[in-house]
Each structure stands twice: as C-alpha cells, then as structure tokens.
C-alpha cells in the first residue's frame, strides 16, 4: 500500500493541549485560549477527521489516548452517565468550548461536524452502530472482535463497501512490527511448507463471585445498553468489563484474545479473504456456572490445503501467542516477543521478489492515513470479519460438541442444521436485526 504521508497538522492538536495547561499554570488564561482557538481553526481547515467516540470504558478511554492525538475529538457518547462525564471532562481539558456527550449514538450519526466514529461498546452493540454510522457516511474504527456472530460481520462488510466506509478493525497486533515480519517469513517460505499452528489464548479473568440480580445503578441506561440483546434482569456482574463472558453480549477468551492471536493466524497463512474448512473442540465450563463461556477449551481447525490449527485456552498447554511449524522450522511470536527453533530463520533476508505484507507501526495512525487516501487499512473490515469467524466457528464446534464442516465461500456451515442456527441471532425489538 502506498499510502500518502500523514498531514503535519495532525500535530497541532496535541501541541494546543500541552500550551493550553502551561499557560493555566502560569494563569494566563486569557491568552491560553486566544492561542488554543486559533490553532483550533487551523487544525479544522486542515482536513484533520471529526471524531466521536462512542463507548468510553478502559479501551474506549485508550482509544481517545491514542486518536485524540491525530484527529478533532468533537463528542463522546456512553450509555453509563458517570463514564460520559469522565470522558467528557477529559476531553475538555484540550479544546476551546465544551465536548459534545450523548447516551445515546442515534443523535451523533446526523451531525455535519462528525466524519468518523470509534466504537469501543460490548460486542453486541458492534454491528448495529457501525452498520448505522456507515449509511450516515462516517468512517470507522470497530474494536475487536468485529461482529457478535458470522452473520453480522458479512452486514457489516456489505454496510462498508455501500457507503463506502473505511472501516479498521481494532486488532493491532497487525500494526506490530514482529507480528508482520513473523508473517511476512512464513507467507515467504523460510519455515517451508506450513504443517501445524498453535495459539494460546488466556483463561477466564471474570471479577466473581456472582451476585443477585438487582435494579441498575441510576447513572446506567441499562435498557440501552442492552439494546439489540435479549431482555433480562439487570445483573452487576454481566455489565461492564465482565460482559465478555456471557454469551448475549460476547464469545469469551476465544473472541476477546482468538481476534488477535487467531488474527495473526490468519494473516501468516494467507488466508485474510477465506478460513478453515473443518473445525472441532471441546469446552470446560466452571464448576459453580459463575459465568457461561468456557474456563478451558481445545479447538482444532483444518484448513484445505491440510494445515491444522490448534487453539487451547487456560490449560498450559500452549503458550499464548501464535506459533507457526513447517518442515523447516517455526517461529513463535506473541506481544513484545519472537522466538523460532533455529535464531538465524529471525535474521535471513527475505527472498528475492518476496511477498511484503502492509507496513504500519500504529494502528490509529493508519486508521487516520486511510481515511484521508481513502484506500482501505491495514485489519480492514473484511479481515477483520474472517478472523472473527474463526472465533465464532470455534465456539459453535465446541458448543455444540461435534466436528463442523465450513464453506468460507459461501459461508456457511454444511450439512448441520443445529450448528448453522448459531452464525446469527434475533435482535430485541424495536431495534433492527441487520441480518433479517
């Protein structure tokens, strides 16, 4: 990808917030914010992307690090009023006239003074608001894993290419030096013929014991945050970080950390437009049922051309990370670390004509890049949705507890009726079912 330099005033933001609390300080207020108002303006003339960031927990407030840096954070939005006005004050430290902050992201998606939006929500609310923000012609960054079932991702990738979205999944490891240069190694031969895969996802961190239901804090919107999921009682324990381990709102350790290792998976064999063709697991759940996704799990993928792929969870069975075995060797690479059976495979050069995968050292920045050039990003929303099926697949299999067969073309699950009922779910009325 040739994609163009990012605009110099991208950093005149940034630069304002650091002179706007100097000049506070020393109390000169005044002339803080004369000069944090002009390169205000600046800035907007520059083309710099609107952002409204939509969900604003510990990843969202992450993202807001990361993006508040390069693009004009316009609005917030969460269904828990404590979280929006953390976020919100935040925010404000760093701009010349109040954020704007909402409960609810309908009211965002009209706005004229918004070019992109970041959604950082349960997974459940993933599809529903990126599907939204595309048809009101805004780009977006999606956390992973992109989509609650298979279903949804495909309306997703269909919602992009209509509207013509850039759309980036929020799997970094792809902007992550030793994860591409891994890949780039195996898609090159320098393992030979890629036998056997292994990915280590962690064990369940739920913040139990379970408590009883009970009524909803005031400060939550719980009906919202509910939204297109079915209707039950609130429960402290199953909002929050803690949604990822029920199965209405998540697909536990397989979706949270598969969409990253699974990711790099996908990415070393080449397999970005496609996925497995065979798939089988089993699960062990916690003995007291505190929470609905496994404690453990082994899954198995096959691919067509013969590789298999092997997935544990909380067992010590395989490292966390992913480990790529050929006939000459394997690398293993995970977060800030690479290792191969033989150190000279992590310092041959690459063959001549060699494939090069896309270079990005941050994940945001080339978000940002792409919406200017508007080629499509590095974990693009396609990618993004066929690592997410790999998850979700793994899930099925294992629940319910035999070996399924995958057609990645026409993406669906062959011969089992039970099992392909599970690559979408109903929405809770009114909202709209994007699969329906």
């Known amino acids: 990808m ?10 005149i933001f940034p630069m304002v917030s650091r002179i706007t609390r100097r000049k506070a300080v020393s109390s000169a207020l005044a002339g803080a914010a004369s000069l944090l108002t002009v390169s205000y303006s600046r800035a907007l003339q520059a083309q710099v992307p609107r952002l409204a960031f939509i969900g604003t927990g510990g990843q969202g407030k992450s993202n807001m690090g990361g993006l508040g840096k390069m693009g004009l954070t316009m609005a917030v939005c969460d269904v828990d009023s404590a979280r929006l006005a953390e976020a919100a004050a935040i925010v404000n430290r760093s701009r010349p006239g109040p954020v704007i902050a909402e409960k609810d992201y309908r009211k965002l998606l009209d706005r004229k003074d918004i070019d992109a939006v970041v959604v950082t929500t349960p997974d459940h609310w993933h599809a529903r608001i990126t599907i ?54 195996v898609r090159n031969g320098l393992l030979g013929k890629i036998t056997h895969v292994e990915v280590g996802i962690p064990g369940v961190n739920f913040k139990g014991p379970p408590v009883a239901d009970g009524m909803p804090p005031a400060e939550l919107d719980y009906d919202l945050w509910l939204g297109p999921a079915p209707q039950r009682p609130y429960n402290s324990k199953r909002v929050h970080y803690n949604f990822r381990f029920f199965w209405d709102y ?15 998976a996908q990415w070393g064999l080449g397999r970005d437009q496609s996925g497995p ?40 069975t395989i490292r966390q990370g992913t480990k790529f075995i050929g006939d000459k060797g394997w690398i293993y690479v995970t977060r800030g670390k690479t290792e191969a059976s033989d150190p000279s495979l992590l310092k041959a050069p690459l063959p001549s004509g060699a494939i090069k995968l896309i270079a990005s050292s941050n994940h945001h920045k080339n978000w940002i890049e792409c919406i200017q050039s508007r080629e499509k990003p590095i974990c693009d929303v396609e990618i993004g949705h066929r690592s997410a099926t790999v998850c979700h697949l793994g899930n099925i299999a294992a629940r319910v507890g035999r070996a399924i067969a995958w057609d990645p073309v026409k993406e669906l699950i062959v011969g089992d009726s039970e099992a392909g009922k599970m690559l979408s779910r109903p929405y809770r009325a009114p909202w709209q079912d994007p699969v329906a």
């Not at 040739?2 to 950093?11: E, V, Y």
């Open 2 to 11: 040739n994609q163009k330099a990012i605009n110099p005033s991208f950093r």
């Open 132 to 185: 939204d923000a595309c048809a009101a012609g805004k780009d977006v960054y999606c956390e992973k894993p992109l989509s609650l079932t298979v279903a949804e991702g495909r309306a997703m990738v269909n919602a992009a290419r209509k509207h013509g979205r850039i759309v980036q999944t929020g799997s970094q490891q792809r902007s992550a030096t030793n994860f591409r240069d891994t890949c780039e190694r």
């Open 250 to 264: 998540s697909g536990g350790q397989m979706t949270n950390f598969g969409a990253h290792h699974l990711d790099i």
């Open 277 to 316: 063709a065979k798939i089988e697991g089993t699960f062990e759940y916690h003995p007291e049922k505190w929470f609905e996704v496994p404690m453990k799990c082994k899954i198995q993928y096959r691919y067509d051309d013969g590789v298999l792929m092997t997935l544990a969870q909380g067992d010590g």
